[in-house]
């Protein structure tokens, strides 16, 4: 785990307080040139407040230090060789693939892949991935993080628990609270899905236990005791709202330990976006707060593909929520509270965990800042208030549920954090993982149904078959396949090694100014289980 100043003062490393507040780069066109890049503030994540921009200035003629060997007589040129830029692309990839019986039921999900590549340091996004074991269905989801990677490292951890317990029958809860109280062994409700890099909190353990712990005593109270369907929607947006409520109420109680103390604060203060999944046979919930997306991949009877989206960005270029916004707060503020494309003129999504200096009253705020730890209280940005400071709360976790119902054409969903799609349109995106997909078949062992081949026939069938590839199908993972073309699509659409050898070989302060970090899940759909729900009905 980061050292605890690495996470909260990320201006410390790399001149980055703009990762905090103010000149992140939001880039939405990656372009490698020989000049310096020049970055308008309609690209950046947070805009520059005057107070603070001589905090996230560039040292004076910083780019002639990054361009040294640009006066050596003879130009040298250095690139990443193949295996090197896999090496890069693959670190992050996991792939799961569901048996074909879960003990229930055949699942309508084949599996999927994922991946991460890095822009941050450390990267701010996160990823989950979990079998519901007391309830039926999967749960996946991308987390985009920004003030630091502490918020959507709790919420990753935290909020498919959250889901879970939501969805668990009142029988059930009773069951588990029982247990607890005996000091019996609990009954496991998920089953992770992680990549080695995808860590636990183990100092938190038992503050997070307890919270949750706190929220499935209140549903037991709240429920009668009487069967009845559980709402999946009415159930994601509670877990939503629930968590970040704990979230704030941590950070204001605080805890005797000074490690938990500072780490509930960097939790609060950062902040964090989340696109979660959920299915269960042929019914799909998409639960998004923020602006990562979720794109389903339908292929058409004649092949082609096309995009449907489950989500919508909360954003300034989301009329119905700048619309929202304003209705909720007075007349007076209507030219303030979303200025310059942005909440307040600083933050861009509308939606989001964490982020306390949005939600809480000033005197809270002053309040916890007073009675928090030094590293607290000497930071400037927890101590800086956003202009136009009136009528909070501005934000909201809430989240905006889709519900869809899967058909055989339904092939895939792509889950992705918002550096994937600034770089991709969302049809190109289903086109490639698409054309994957369906490539991969060509992959597996030649199928001569018992039939005596000769060598030369086996050669034709190869040599056939080899036609039909392409070299992109290297990659084993949906998710990396797609980061390959994200960061190494030229102008025709084709993987530019070149290209992609040039933006994986930036070093850390110049990565963030080309691209974000990218979280991508590729959900593979079972379409004969699909087909098979609908015959049924």
């Known amino acids: 785990m980061p050292a605890p100043t690495q996470m909260f003062f990320p201006m410390i490393r790399n001149c980055e307080l703009s990762r905090i507040y103010g000149t992140a780069c939001y880039c939405h066109h990656k372009h490698l040139c020989c000049s310096p890049p020049y970055i308008p503030q309609s690209r950046l994540r947070y805009t520059p407040h005057p107070a603070y921009a001589t905090f996230s200035r560039p040292k004076e003629n910083w780019w002639q230090y990054t361009q040294g060997r640009r006066y050596v007589s003879t130009p040298q040129k250095f690139y990443l060789t193949p295996p090197q830029v896999n090496s890069i692309l693959k670190a992050n990839e996991y792939s799961f693939k569901v048996p074909e019986f879960d003990g229930k039921n055949v699942s309508s999900v084949l599996g999927f892949d994922s991946n991460q590549l890095p822009a941050n340091a450390p990267i701010e996004d996160r990823r989950s991935a979990a079998t519901c074991l007391q309830t039926r269905g999967m749960l996946l989801g991308v987390f985009d993080g920004h003030a630091g990677c502490a918020c959507s490292q709790a919420v990753s951890e935290r909020l498919f628990y959250y889901i879970a317990v939501s969805l668990l029958p009142h029988e059930t809860l009773l069951e588990i609270e029982n247990a607890v109280e005996s000091g019996r062994a609990l009954l496991p409700i998920l089953q992770w899905h992680k990549h080695p890099n995808d860590y636990f909190s183990k100092e938190a353990s038992k503050l997070y236990f307890n919270s949750l712990r706190t929220y499935w005593q209140e549903l037991i109270d709240l429920n009668t005791g009487e069967s009845a369907d559980i709402d999946v929607k009415e159930a994601l947006i ?13 950070a204001q109680v605080g805890d005797p330990n000074s490690f938990l103390n500072y780490l509930v ?26 602006d990562s997306r979720a794109m389903l991949g339908v292929q058409e009877e004649d092949g082609s593909w096309s995009a449907v989206t489950l989500s919508n960005d909360h954003n300034a270029q989301n009329e119905s929520e700048v619309e929202r916004l304003k209705l909720e707060h007075p007349k007076n503020e209507a030219k303030s509270v979303v200025k310059q494309d942005r909440l307040l003129g600083l933050l ?3 939606r989001a965990f964490g982020d306390v200096k949005f939600k809480w009253s000033i005197d809270l705020q002053k309040r916890v800042i007073e009675s928090g730890p030094d590293q607290l209280n000497d930071n400037e940005y927890t101590k800086f208030i956003p202009p136009n400071y009136y009528t909070p709360p501005y934000l909201t976790a809430e989240p905006e549920v889709t519900y869809h119902r899967l058909r055989p054409q339904d092939k895939f969903l792509v889950l992705a954090t918002d550096g994937l ?39 034709s069938l190869l040599t056939e078959r080899r036609a039909k590839m392409s070299s992109v199908f290297e990659d084993q993972n949906a998710a990396t396949h797609l980061i390959r073309h994200a960061v190494g699509n030229n102008e025709f659409g084709s993987v530019d090694h070149e290209r992609l050898s040039k933006m994986l070989s930036l070093p850390e302060e110049l990565a963030r100014m080309y691209r974000d970090d990218i979280t991508i899940i590729v959900v593979q759909f079972n379409s004969h289980v699909v087909g098979a729900y609908q015959n049924q009905e």
């Open 421 to 459: 799609w600034e770089t991709m349109h969302r049809q190109d995106v289903v086109r490639i993982v698409g054309e994957y997909l369906t490539g991969m078949h060509h992959q597996q062992p030649i199928a001569v149904g018992g039939y005596k081949v000769t060598l030369g026939q086996m050669h």
């Open 348 to 350: 861009m999504p509308f």
């Open 238 to 250: 509670n877990a939503f709202k629930r968590l970040d409520n704990d979230i704030s109420l941590e």
């Open 265 to 290: 604060l960097r939790v609060a203060f950062s902040g964090a976006t989340a696109c979660v999944a959920h299915v269960d046979g042929v019914d799909l919930h998409v639960a998004n707060t923020g």
